[in-house]
């Protein structure tokens, strides 16, 4: 079975990448807030477009990680 959907626990470097991602994020966030607000169809994609970048980020996080490391799987949940 892949394990393409497996939780993966960050280490600190991609920690560090994912949290500046975060921030960068948050204040296109903000941005689309205050000129959003004439047009609620626009915002909503523009949040929904976010979202998406902010998971493809995420994965691209996760793919480098596993890649940097030489590893398969670094599951870190009990719970899956």
Same mark, same amino acid.
Not at 20 to 33: G, H, M, P, S, T
């Given at each position: 079975?892949?394990?393409?959907? +497996?939780?993966? /626990?960050?280490?600190?470097? #991609?920690? $560090?990448?994912?949290?500046? *991602?975060?921030?960068?994020?948050?204040?296109?966030?903000?941005?689309?807030?205050?000129?959003?607000? +004439?047009?609620? /169809?626009?915002?909503?994609? #523009?949040? $929904?477009?976010?979202?998406? *970048?902010?998971?493809?980020?995420?994965?691209?996080?996760?793919?480098?990680?596993?890649?940097?490391?030489?590893?398969?799987?670094?599951?870190?949940?009990?719970?899956?």
């Amino acid at each position: 079975m892949s394990s393409r959907f +497996d939780f993966i /626990r960050y280490d600190d470097e #991609a920690e $560090t990448i994912q949290a500046r *991602a975060k921030n960068l994020f948050q204040q296109v966030e903000k941005l689309i807030f205050q000129i959003g607000d +004439d047009c609620p /169809r626009a915002k909503s994609l #523009a949040m $929904t477009k976010l979202e998406e *970048a902010y998971m493809w980020v995420g994965k691209a996080i996760r793919d480098q990680q596993i890649t940097r490391l030489n590893v398969e799987l670094l599951e870190g949940r009990t719970n899956s």
